[in-house]
């Protein structure tokens, strides 16, 4: 049932009620002023009669003369002794024997009340009558007219005014019916209005209400909830923009509930938890169960008790990296972390200020022993051929070290220069992986290596192939270079999202002392430098691997194994 029905009911239910008790009260009212009416008609009757007795002392016949003086011609007029014998009747002939009247009800209620009345049938004239009947000294008088239609119709209430009242309900019905109607039609159209917004249908144009003060109040609604959705519409977008920055931000980025369950972690800050954990963080909300945490831990739960707006920061160092840590809790009980890895930025600047020099050093290296072969050959004539041969051969050997490293300075220099240099496509990184697994098969097998895959079928990337072969084979090359032998290799791709893939590539070899750690992907850099060159390694190779991480725009991490063995984590950003 409409609102419009429901009012409509509802006051006319009043009103009905309220029409049906004035009715039944006028109807009683105007009843019972008739009978008083007819009473004090006969009341008169009976003083007057009672008077002329009193001082006439009249006979039958003059009584009845009297009566007949009466306007009313079917009065019948009694008087009785006080011992109940009739003296006077008008309705019946002088000289009728009638019964003792002392017993009639009419009597028998004047005795005790001011008058007495009846209505009944007359025993004596075989008719229905209205009495009425006083008791004065010695003497009752009663006055009585016949109880026919006319005097019923006389006693009714007159009905002209339930036609009028009859009236009034129908116009009012039609006034409440209207009201109703002009009331709800802002009710309805602010219900229409509603059940589109829930749909999501806000619409454009102006919504008419009636120009009343329901008719404002709902207007100002509608308008309000426009206003909210477009600021809600606003916020969202902002918040859009707020996710996407802090996706592509450099800074590690995690925002928790009260309970320490992650919300949002942008990569940076997986990349990091997983640096601080011993162990591959599936869920960047594990970090809290790190030692390196406790005062962090302490930090939050005192802020969520004393629900106040508070940061604290610290600086934690593992693995041979440096991370500023800034923790920032909110008044709804949500907390942000951001980790920087300060150490970063001098490494850059110790790159750069030794890079020059790197390259110089590690040219002359190849360079000079060329050198040094080809003199000896040119200043003596008459060597033996084989050891010529031999000078020959290391000469040979440099040329190929000068060569590949020329060639690993070019390949980081295309990298430097960007998109204009390497072009994405898609890639399938599972394929690049057995690609990579093929082409050093012998070296496995001399190695007596087992290599452990955890990666899922297809897992496409938009990249450049070639470089994401150079990470995954320059990865591999330097684990069966330096890590030893018999070695297991684990590949895997621990996580991924809508936007990136988490790899760690680790080894159970020797590993690296924690101070080279953080200078691992540096250009020329060698743990062991005399080892490194006898193995003829460039320096270049865990460069080239990050740099190319960083085109494909993740990052990447170098920590040691908690059962010993190397391991980096890194990502590669899908598209």
């Known amino acids: 049932m409409t609102l419009n029905r429901r009012l409509f009911l509802y006051f006319f239910s009043i009103f009905l009620l309220m029409l049906v008790i004035i009715c039944f009260f006028q109807y009683q009212r105007e009843k019972e002023f008739r009978t008083e009416q007819l009473d004090q008609q006969l009341i008169t009757y009976n003083f007057t009669i009672h008077r002329f007795i009193a001082e006439q002392k009249p006979s039958w016949d003059m009584l009845e003369d009297y009566v007949h003086l009466f306007p009313d011609s079917a009065l019948r007029v009694t008087v009785i002794d006080s011992l109940g014998t009739v003296t006077f009747d008008s309705s019946v002939k002088k000289g009728t024997q009638l019964s003792n009247h002392l017993n009639r009800p009419e009597i028998l209620m004047a005795n005790t009340e001011e008058n007495g009345k009846a209505i009944r049938h007359s025993v004596s004239t075989g008719k229905d009558y209205y009495y009425l009947a006083h008791h004065f000294p010695g003497v009752y008088v009663r006055s009585a007219l016949p109880y026919n239609v006319s005097l019923i119709s006389m006693l009714k209430a007159n009905t002209f005014f339930l036609y009028f009242m009859a009236i009034v309900l129908i116009l009012a019905s039609l006034a409440l019916f209207f009201i109703s109607r002009n009331f709800s039609q802002s009710i309805d159209r602010l219900r229409t209005f509603t059940q589109r917004a829930e749909k999501g249908e806000i619409p454009d144009y102006e919504i008419e209400f009636p120009k009343d003060e329901l008719g404002e109040i709902s207007k100002n609604i509608v308008g309000l909830y426009k206003l909210l959705y477009r600021t809600k519409d606003d916020v969202y977008k902002e918040r859009e923009k707020l996710i996407k920055h802090l996706q592509i931000s450099q800074e590690g980025l ?11 972690a942008n990569t940076h800050f997986i990349q990091y938890s997983n640096i601080l954990s ?19 831990n302490d930090f939050i739960d005192q802020s969520l008790q004393n629900n106040e707006l508070t940061r604290k920061r610290l600086t934690i160092e593992k693995g041979g990296r440096i991370f500023s840590v800034q923790c920032i809790v909110f008044q709804d009980h949500t907390f942000e972390i951001s980790m920087n890895d300060i150490s970063v930025q001098e490494h850059e600047n110790e790159l750069k200020r ?5 390259i110089s050093h590690e040219l002359k290296t190849p360079v000079s022993s060329i050198l040094g072969y080809m003199e000896s050959i040119l200043e003596n004539p008459g060597l033996d051929p084989q050891r010529q041969r031999f000078f020959v051969e290391r000469s040979f050997q440099q040329a190929q070290r000068l060569r590949d490293l020329l060639q690993d300075i070019s390949t980081l220099n295309k990298i430097d220069e960007g998109k204009r240099l390497f072009e994405k496509e898609n890639c399938n990184v599972t394929d690049v992986i057995s690609d990579v697994l ?11 290596c087992s290599i452990v895959k955890n990666i899922k079928p297809d897992l496409i990337i938009q990249g450049n192939r070639s470089l994401v072969y150079s990470i995954f084979r320059n990865l591999l090359d330097n684990a069966l270079a330096y890590a030893g032998e018999k070695l297991t290799i684990e590949i895997n791709c621990y996580r991924e999202d809508d936007q990136y893939l988490y790899f760690s590539f680790s080894d159970n070899g020797i590993g690296v002392a924690e101070e080279h750690l953080n200078r691992l992907f540096e250009r020329f850099y060698r743990v062991d430098k005399g080892r490194s060159r ?8 865990l460069a080239i691997v990050k740099n190319a991480v960083i085109f494909h725009r993740g990052t990447i991490s170098a920590k040691n194994g908690s059962n010993g063995g190397l391991s980096f984590v890194f990502s590669l950003r899908k598209y």
């Open 254 to 264: 995690g925002i928790f509930s009260s309970e320490k369950k992650e919300i949002l």
């Open 278 to 296: 011993d162990s591959q963080c599936e869920s960047s909300d594990e970090i809290f169960a790190l030692p390196e945490f406790d005062d962090i």
């Open 354 to 358: 030794h890079l020059t020099q790197n």
């Open 438 to 448: 093929n082409d050093v098969h012998l070296q496995i097998e001399q190695k007596e």
């Open 534 to 541: 006898k193995l003829g390694g460039t320096g270049l190779g």
